[in-house]
């Protein structure tokens, strides 16, 4: 999992979730999955409206109200694509664990 930026607001009544701050259209992925700070299943990514608003496949299955999060994004969509990590430069851990692959979206390259 990875900690998502920005904040976001959601609640068991809704598939809607809201962000503050974030970028839901360059870190986010359809099908990926989001999760409280404490791990807590959220909901999975049915839809990406925009930087700020996200639809769930179902209501979300915790509320949450401008808090941090954490992020899943799948690894393989059907046939079409393999799904990396992606971030800028502020975004890259200090120590990768060999054999780690990432795409820097402000550099616009692979590290490895």
């Known amino acids: 999992m990875s900690a998502g930026i ?31 700070s404490g791990g807590l299943k959220i909901g999975i990514i049915s839809s990406i409206s925009n930087d700020t608003t996200i639809v769930l496949t179902a209501n979300a299955l915790q509320s949450v109200s401008g808090a941090s999060y954490l992020y899943e994004s799948p690894v393989i969509m059907g046939d079409t694509f393999i799904s990396l990590p992606l971030g800028d430069s502020n975004n ?3 120590t990768p664990p060999s054999g780690s692959l990432r795409y820097n979206s402000f550099r616009g390259g692979f590290e490895y």
């Open 92 to 94: 890259r851990p200090s």
């Open 6 to 36: 920005g904040t976001i607001s959601c609640s068991t009544n809704s598939t809607t979730v809201t962000g503050s701050s974030s970028s839901f259209t360059l870190y986010q992925r359809v099908g990926g999955t989001l999760y409280t």
